[in-house]
């Protein structure tokens, strides 16, 4: 089915572990975003892509790495994992954001990490 | 810089409405959306209204939008006890790749 799949849905780990989450978007959509949701803060933007190859900061990249070697995939990675890392993440897709069009993202079901 | 706000909470009785407001700052937003996060899910686009629009009807929501204060509000007629979720207002802005978000408002719909 198209859409956009998240995984793993929940996942556990250590501090100073590495741990990546997997974001798969079937629409072939050019822009792809990882946004963290804290209970007080929202959405925060981590990092988005608006090609393969192309990626750049948001409002709280420190402690995460991406990359985008697929229009399809957009890994997000952890390289070594905090407490304050433990946050449901949320990936999401757009065509484009041209600002006179109409392109609202769309959202994966999001990961659920806890960092013990 | 751009900034969206919401109030956190709103509770209303089954089958009254529920209106849901949102202020920006951003003078050059181009498009403004709503969408609804349920428990445990994601988000999930309800409806969007572009600039130059006063009001955009769908169904049971209705969005108005009033561009010389930058509010912007959601209602939802005959509210039922599905509607409980959290709803974001988002703006585009002209120059801004970028969504920017309000914080959430969460809606308790009671019996």
């Known amino acids: 089915d198209a859409g956009i799949t998240q995984s793993p849905r929940y996942k556990i780990t250590e501090t100073g572990r590495q741990v990546t989450l997997m974001c798969h978007q079937t629409?072939?959509?050019?822009?792809m975003f990882w946004y963290r949701q804290d209970l007080g803060h929202g959405l925060r933007l981590i990092y988005y892509?608006?090609?393969?190859?192309?990626?750049d900061k948001g409002e709280v990249p420190d402690g995460y790495v991406v990359s985008r070697s697929k229009t399809e995939n957009f890994p997000l990675t952890l390289e070594s994992a905090t407490r304050s890392q433990t946050s449901v993440y949320f990936c999401a897709s757009s065509e484009s954001t041209v600002s006179t069009s109409n392109q609202p993202q769309h959202f994966g079901d999001g990961t659920r990490l806890s960092i013990l | 810089g751009e900034d969206v706000e919401q109030s956190l909470f709103l509770s209303v009785r089954e089958g009254d409405s529920s209106v849901i407001n949102c202020t920006y700052t951003?003078?050059?937003?181009?498009?403004l959306y709503w969408y609804k996060q349920e428990p445990g899910a994601g988000l999930q686009l309800l409806t969007y209204i572009f600039s130059n629009m006063d009001m955009k009807q769908d169904q049971r929501l209705t969005v108005l939008l009033n561009k010389k204060d930058k509010h912007l509000s959601l209602r939802i007629a005959d509210t039922q006890t599905g509607d409980s979720a959290i709803y974001f207002c988002a703006e585009k802005g002209g120059n801004n790749r970028k969504l920017i978000w309000g914080l959430g408002t969460s809606l308790a719909v009671n019996p």
């Open positions: 951003d003078s050059s937003s181009t498009y």
């Open positions: 629409w072939s959509h050019s822009y």
């Open positions: 892509s608006a090609a393969a190859d192309i990626t």
